[in-house]
């Protein structure tokens, strides 16, 4: 094995997402990073494929920050991991005795419905495609100046098709008067994928939504759920914490083209 492919990983998906050949920095260099074995294989990298792209996703750390700066790489992203236990989280039964309580006032909880699709349910897979492909403003891709928006947007388009194929991966989807309008897909505690139809999106229906899908994987037996989030989404990070979720893992994400 070369010191290239130890210190740099392939992104299958990346590479289909974004049409050049893509590389993460593995997680073992970036607990130990050196400038010049870095700059090396860069070069190779480079002269190997051409144009590329390349991610680095890190415990927050001043040192790795540096020498990834020094080779290129800029800063996209901070992450948190939003968790909690379900089987003490007391809003689920105050939640199950009334959900009108999380309802704004001018929704009624008969408008509202929450079903678990999947690839065979067609008129619904539509428009959660169309959700994921307008929902997403604020993560990495979207405020990398070097990523075409409308590239960004796809990126969550395929995400979804690629979820809908795994069997593991289950869809909540919340209905409001029949039309689809925001999704969840978990896989048991881990929250994968979230969004909510511009049209609907900051209204107040958030915490509904959340709480009937944590309900619901409470029943199947998970013990806690997980996600990560970016902190440019405001409003993720204000609703999680009004529902009561603790935050970790506080990391970085840097990203590097090379043309």
């Given at each position: 094995?070369?010191?290239t492919d ?10 289909r997402?974004?049409?050049?050949e893509?590389?993460?920095?593995s997680?073992?260099f ?7 074995t870095?700059?090396a ?6 002269q190997t ?11 927050t750390?001043t040192?790795?920050?540096?020498i990834?700066e020094a080779s290129?790489f ?6 948190l ?12 039964e ?5 959900p ?24 619904i ?9 307008e929902?997403?403003?604020a993560?990495?891709f979207h405020?990398d ?12 388009v395929?995400?979804?098709d690629?979820l809908?194929?795994?069997d593991a991966?289950r869809?909540h ?12 897909a978990?896989?048991?505690?881990d929250?994968?994928l ?6 609907h999106?900051?209204r107040?229906?958030?915490?509904f ?8 994987l409470r029943?199947e ?18 609703l ?7 935050f ?8 590097l083209w090379?043309?």
């Open positions: 094995m070369s010191a130890a210190l740099l990983e392939p992104l299958p998906w990346e590479t997402n974004l049409g050049i893509s590389f993460a920095v997680d073992a970036l607990r130990s990073p050196d400038t010049g870095l700059n294989c860069l070069a190779d990298l480079h494929h051409g144009t590329t792209f390349v991610q680095a996703r890190f415990t750390n040192k790795t920050a540096q990834l290129g800029y800063f996209v992203e901070a992450t991991s939003p968790f909690i236990a379900l089987p003490k989280y007391s809003a689920l105050r939640f199950a005795a009334d009108s309580l999380v309802l704004p006032e001018r929704c009624k909880a008969a408008d509202l419905e929450v079903v678990i699709v999947g690839e065979s349910t067609p008129d897979v539509a428009p959660i495609r169309e959700i994921a492909g929902s997403f403003v993560d990495r405020v100046h070097n990523c075409d928006p409308d590239m960004a947007n796809r990126r969550y395929l995400w979804v690629d809908l194929r795994d991966v869809f989807v919340l209905l409001f008067r029949k039309e689809a309008i925001a999704f969840m978990s896989k048991a505690g929250l994968l979230a969004g909510f139809g511009r049209a999106a900051n107040g229906l958030g915490e939504f959340w709480l009937r899908v944590l309900e619901d029943r037996g998970v013990n806690g759920v997980s996600t990560v989030i970016s902190v440019n989404n405001t409003s993720a990070l204000n999680y914490a009004r529902l009561g979720f603790k970790r893992e506080p990391r970085s994400t840097f990203h090379t043309r």
